[in-house]
């Protein structure tokens, strides 16, 4: 099973998803704007993708400047909370699949934890390629 944990209004996140299902897989979605996050959740994410909560922070289009997250004096446990309250101050799409978990960015990051590849060329939202027809995925 794959879970993402997606963003609707973000390309890279419709662009994984995308990529998910062009491998034959039909992931669980959830839309973490609406579900919102839990502590032990975010823990447990960032610990299996070996992120620290500040790796895992969106520092654009998110109110993370105005809440003073950027500032490198601020701990984990700020941030935390800050994310449980502001869902969209944690980065996407992170991806769990039995082959790992991962913040998805840039797309081709998802290609690693599918059980196969989609048929290629496979191209992004923008008509970048990321995977061409020999299934190959270019960096």
Known sequence: MIVIHHNPACGTSRNVLAV???????PVVIDY????????????????????PRQALRRTK????????????VGDEAIIAAMIEHPVLVNRPIVASPKGVRLCRPSQAVLPLLERLPAGPLY??????ILNERGEFLD
């Not at 998910?20 to 039909?26: D, K, T």
């Not at 992004?124 to 390629?129: F, L, P, S, V």
């Open 62 to 73: 998110s109110p993370a400047a105005e809440l003073g997250l950027l500032d490198e004096a």
């Open 124 to 129: 992004k939202e923008d008509g970048e390629m």
């Open 20 to 26: 998910i299902r062009a491998s034959g897989a039909e």
């Open 33 to 52: 704007l609406t579900e919102g996050w839990t502590r032990p959740q975010l823990l447990a994410l960032f610990a299996a993708a070996g992120l620290t």
